[in-house]
């Protein structure tokens, strides 16, 4: 009698080698460890206005011209720091390193319930309803890079094109400006139609006190109405380290001087910085400093952030 053949054995698929995740760069460090519990408690739908969303890098690589290559923070783990500091409501904001690829952010818009808006990064490459189908995902403004270590000045026929495509979406423009350049583009901000955010109070530089030429230009565009200002990087404009005194007495200069048209964020990871990352919880306490009174808080982190993205009630 034959014997019978013996299976045959199973072969299970091996998973596909996946490449190296590639290395942060130099002024990219991992965010804060163990960021302190706030001591200030915020008013309920605070707003953290300015973070980002990085990878993870297998499921959403960076762009292969990036300038910069940050650490991995998804959206999991910004999820857990806003839940330490007391913050529900959240604006990510498109990073250069992922060019117009807006995957990560569309990941992140799809979590959050409602209670996330974005900040995309188009171009002439971006068609209209790639624009559309951001707005319907709670894309809520456009950024521009004017920093020369992310990407050349956009042109004007570029600022163009990014306007036609966002025309009737009611977005908001986002400026990325360095302090020193500001003074030489307010016609550019005058001319953006609808309201202009400036990002990072502009990133001037205190070395040149609080009277120099670029602060007097940003309170100069506060005047014309539509620009907002976001008093958030204390810890990238001070020439102090922790508590940022400095740049935070600054905040909070322009708090008072428009109060209706400012909002904050943390700017987590903090990528691209000189030194060890800030704590995000510090960062949540110097608010008490910036906005003493309950009503310039409650504006600052629910009223005007609300408004400008668009949050619903």
């Given at each position: 009698?034959?014997?019978?053949?013996?299976?045959?054995?199973?072969?299970?698929?091996?998973?596909?080698?996946?490449?190296?995740?590639?290395?942060?760069?130099?002024?990219?460090?991992?965010?804060?460890?163990?960021?302190?519990?706030?001591?200030?408690?915020?008013?309920?739908?605070?707003?953290?206005?300015?973070?980002?969303?990085?990878?993870?890098?297998?499921?959403?690589?960076?762009?292969?011209?990036?300038?910069?290559t940050p650490p991995d923070a998804p959206k999991e783990q910004l999820r857990?720091?806003?839940?330490?500091?007391?913050?529900?409501?959240t604006v990510v904001v498109q990073s250069?390193?992922?060019?117009?690829?807006?995957?990560?952010?569309?990941?992140?818009?799809?979590?959050?319930?409602?209670?996330?808006?974005?900040?995309?990064?188009?171009?002439?490459t971006t068609?209209?309803?790639?624009?559309?189908?951001?707005?319907?995902?709670?894309?809520?403004?456009?950024?521009?890079?004017?920093?020369?270590?992310?990407?050349?000045?956009?042109?004007?026929?570029e600022i163009d094109a990014v306007l036609e495509r966002v025309d009737g979406l009611g977005w908001a423009a986002q400026l990325h400006v360095r302090g020193d350049d500001l003074p030489d583009l307010t016609d550019v901000v005058r001319a953006l139609p609808g309201r202009v955010v400036i990002d990072h109070m502009g990133r001037v530089d205190l070395t040149a006190g609080r009277d120099s030429p670029a602060t007097r230009t940003l309170r100069a565009l506060l005047d014309t109405g539509h620009v907002w200002v976001?008093?958030?990087?204390?810890?990238?404009?001070?020439?102090?380290?922790?508590?940022?005194?400095?740049?935070?007495?600054?905040?909070?200069?322009?708090?008072?001087?428009?109060?209706e048209r400012v909002v904050w964020g943390t700017d987590y990871p903090h990528v691209n910085i000189t030194g060890d990352p800030p704590d995000d919880g510090l960062l949540v306490d110097l608010l008490k400093h910036m906005a003493p009174e309950p009503a310039a808080l409650q504006r600052l982190l629910v009223t005007n952030p609300a408004e400008l993205f668009d949050f619903d009630d």
């Open positions: 009698m034959t014997e019978p053949a013996a299976p045959a054995p199973v072969v299970l698929p091996q998973p596909l080698p996946q490449p190296p995740r590639p290395a942060p760069s130099p002024g990219c460090p991992p965010p804060h460890p163990s960021p302190r519990v706030p001591e200030l408690l915020l008013p309920p739908d605070s707003c953290d206005a300015h973070c980002h969303v990085f990878g993870p890098v297998a499921r959403f690589p960076y762009a292969p011209d990036r300038t910069f857990s720091l806003h839940a330490r500091l007391g913050l529900t409501r250069s390193c992922y060019g117009r690829d807006h995957r990560v952010l569309l990941d992140a818009l799809a979590a959050g319930g409602g209670r996330v808006r974005g900040v995309a990064l188009i171009g002439e068609s209209r309803a790639e624009a559309e189908e951001l707005h319907r995902a709670g894309v809520r403004a456009f950024r521009l890079n004017f920093l020369p270590h992310l990407r050349s000045r956009p042109t004007n026929a976001k008093v958030s990087g204390v810890d990238r404009l001070s020439l102090e380290g922790p508590p940022y005194t400095d740049a935070v007495t600054l905040a909070a200069s322009l708090v008072a001087y428009a109060p």
